[in-house]
């Protein structure tokens, strides 16, 4: 197989790793094996093997900057003045060749050396960029629809240099720049190549390539005859002769090619002129979109410039100074880039409930309102910001959407979508900023979640305070009085003794709840939307259960109360030790219809149990004795006594599932009935939990360790009023 010669440069990547030592040496990545990041030129393993033999066996030096065309041609040497350092220990790594740059700390270009170290400490290594140039053995190949050349060999490195990578605003220009130039060359060459080339690189269209013969005087005529007639001669010797000599000469004609035909060979060269056209128009339209992207430009101003250039082939210098153009523009009318870059675009109402809905969607998992949701974040962000969101992704925008999260606390009274627009800009001078529109939407996700819990503790509640300072709050319990006592005729009525009051304190300061929920710039980048989701579904859920969980517990543990006895306690005539049945739950009933109120025992309260709790394991006990028709009294179910539970007082049994003692159960009476208190909270600022992301948006986690926190958090405070609206039965074993 006979190869062209063919020049080649490709650009070196510094390691993600730190320098070795003081920055003097650095692992580099000097190529891979397959195709380039432009698709335009393919490297074999033997083409590898060849750089990192002749690594090996030469001295590989590294200049600065890559010799001009005028350069070349009138110093083919490279100057020491240019020199930078060298090369060592190259190896094959996975399909890459690696190798140690060293840099030399003195000469001429020692600078430069100095200008690496300075941008890797400060945190942005590839700001200045490498360059490979070697010489090696080629072939243009057409594989899948595409054009490239083959590397096979690579016969000689001239040199790697230093190569800067023009910036814009702080930015880095992609290195689309040198692979456009080298795409171009490839074509170039191309437009250069010989018929036989494009031969070798389009074996399809080598037939159309053939001169046509004309057919013999005597066969044209027996085909004439074939189709006017409809039928063929009966072959005769001669004939058969004649059929054996053509085949001779098509077994000639296949071994010698004829010659090509260069109208057809034109118009070959022409397709893949057209071909190099719609690859460069395509590179040119994905440079634009990113380079927009990147921009601080108005969303109109955008679209006005994707439509001017679409189609068009340009230099990455020329969209820049466009770009650059408009900019200036803008930060005349508008102020600086730098103030603007956090200040979101204004846009209508309609457009704001809208992007409010989608936002609140995505962070749901379904529509809300029958708007979908955003593909992720990402897309959220850019949104918001009025920019096109064009992949691959902008590298600032994963840090852009983190920093700007930060400063959030959740309202008191949370914003309903509504609100949260009038809050976003319909105030004088009030813009929305990203950690709103984030925060607001997240928070509502957390509330639903909190709202949509099926462990609804108000219910067993008697009293629920919001507290607006977390002082304490003392919850009053006035005793009973005595039965109204007779007056005789002429008699004097008695003044009634004011029942005594006792107070019970919670203090909402001592019962803080909440958790941190970090989210990282690696989630961001890789728009892992379906974790984010869990987040504040998650994290609502979890402080609803946390509530539940607190107010079962004074159950379970059957916690000391205010006069420092167990809940369940003989002395407060609320306690057994009987496993649950139709028998023992009467007993139970008939003791808490027993007790009286506080100082008053001429008479009783009749309190009636409204809720049974039990644990998993007593469920379809409770729930027979709750839905039976009949008294269960015995384990044959063939009673026929109707059941007291269902048809009086209208028993419901709460399974517990978190607990994990199998015989013990509870008996509480109605909190709403009057003269009956059984749990008082307080809650600060409210029952519902409050969402904060952390307010440093470079400093703190966000610059240690690329996260921003969330937290959700609230205080919840619960006390036990009275002993009488229990019945506890804590059964051995």
Excluded at 37 to 63: H, W
Excluded at 199 to 225: G, M, V, Y
Excluded at 451 to 470: A, I
Aim: charged share 30%; net charge negative.
């Amino acid at each position: 197989m006979e190869f062209k010669k063919t020049h080649f440069s490709e650009s070196i990547s510094l390691l993600e790793a730190d320098p070795i030592g003081d920055g003097d040496i650095w692992d580099v990545k000097v190529i891979k094996e397959g195709l380039n990041v432009s698709g335009t030129r393919e490297y074999t393993p033997k083409a590898l093997s060849d750089i990192v033999e002749i690594m090996k066996q030469t001295p590989n030096q590294c200049f600065v900057d890559h010799p001009t065309s005028s350069e070349n041609s009138e110093r083919s040497e490279r100057s020491v003045r240019e020199l930078l350092g060298w090369y060592t220990d190259p190896k094959l790594i996975g399909g890459e060749v690696h190798a140690k740059l060293h840099l030399l700390n003195s000469g001429p270009a020692a600078s430069v050396a100095a200008m690496i170290k300075e941008a890797a400490q400060r945190g942005n290594p590839s700001l200045i960029g490498l360059s490979i140039r070697g010489i090696g053995d080629n072939e243009v190949v057409r594989e899948s629809g595409k054009i490239f050349e083959r590397v096979h060999h690579v016969t000689d490195l001239v040199s790697t240099d230093v190569v800067t990578r023009p910036g814009a605003g702080g930015r880095l220009i992609s290195i689309a720049e040198n692979e456009n130039a080298e795409l171009r060359r490839f074509y170039m060459e191309l437009s250069e190549m010989s018929v036989e080339d494009i031969l070798k690189a389009r074996p399809d269209l080598a037939d159309a390539l053939k001169t046509k013969e004309e057919k013999p005087k005597e066969e044209a005529d027996k085909d004439k005859k074939k189709d006017e007639d409809g039928y063929a001669p009966p072959k005769g010797e001669d004939e058969d002769e004649d059929e054996e000599k053509k085949k001779k000469k098509e077994m000639k004609e296949t071994e010698a090619p004829k010659a090509p035909n260069l109208e057809e060979a034109n118009k070959v060269l022409e397709e893949i002129r057209k071909t190099g056209e719609a690859v460069r128009q395509d590179r040119c339209k994905v440079m634009l979109d990113k380079a927009l992207s990147e921009s601080q430009l108005p969303k109109p101003v955008i679209e006005r410039m994707q439509k001017q250039w679409k189609g068009k082939v340009f230099e990455e210098s020329e969209i820049a100074e466009a770009i650059a153009s408009e900019q200036s523009l803008w930060d005349t009318v508008l102020g600086s880039s730098s103030k603007r870059e956090y200040t979101p675009v204004k846009i209508t109402r309609d457009e704001r409930e809208t992007f409010v809905k989608r936002l609140e969607a995505t962070l749901r998992g379904e529509p809300v309102d029958g708007v979908e949701g955003f593909s992720g974040l990402i897309e959220a962000y850019c949104a918001f910001k009025g920019t096109p969101a064009t992949y691959p992704i902008n590298p600032e925008i994963p840090q852009r959407i983190l920093g700007e999260a930060n400063g959030y606390d959740s309202p008191q009274k949370p914003r309903n979508i509504q609100e949260s627009l009038t809050y976003m800009q319909e105030s004088v001078g009030q813009l929305s900023t990203w950690s709103t529109v984030l925060g607001d939407a997240m928070y509502r996700v957390v509330l639903q979640r909190y709202d949509e819990d099926e462990h609804d503790w108000r219910q067993w509640c008697t009293h629920v305070v919001n507290s607006k300072d977390l002082r304490p709050v003392y919850f009053s319990r006035v005793g009973g009085y005595t039965m109204t006592p007779a007056v005789a005729e002429g008699g004097t009525y008695q003044e009634a003794t004011i029942p005594a009051e006792e107070a019970i304190t919670a203090d909402p300061s001592a019962a803080k709840y909440g958790v941190l929920q970090p989210v990282t710039k690696e989630m961001i980048i890789r728009d892992d939307v379906a974790l984010v989701q869990r987040i504040p579904l998650e994290l609502g859920g979890a402080f609803k259960e946390r509530q539940y969980q607190t107010l079962m517990d004074l159950m379970r543990s059957n916690t000391a109360v205010w006069d420092t006895i167990a809940l369940a306690n003989a002395s407060h005539s609320n306690y057994s030790t009987t496993a649950l049945s139709a028998a023992s739950l009467l007993t139970a009933t008939s003791g808490m219809r027993a007790q009286t109120p506080p100082g008053a025992t001429d008479r009783l309260m009749g309190i009636k149990p409204k809720y049974l709790f039990v644990p998993p394991e007593l469920e379809e006990v409770a729930w027979s004795l709750q839905v039976s028709d009949v008294m269960v009294l015995s384990s044959s179910y063939n009673a026929t006594q109707p059941n007291i539970f269902k048809s009086k007082y209208g028993i419901q049994h709460q399974v517990v599932d978190y607990w994990t003692d199998a015989t013990n159960w509870w008996l509480m009476a109605d909190p709403k009935r009057p003269g009956v208190n059984t749990f008082g909270v307080v809650v600060y600022p409210n029952e519902k939990p409050q969402l904060a992301i952390q307010d440093a948006a470079t400093a703190g986690s966000v610059f240690t360790a690329d996260k921003v926190t969330f937290k959700v958090s609230g205080y919840f405070k619960v006390v036990v009023l009275d002993y009488r609206p229990f019945f506890g039965n804590i059964v051995a074993g």
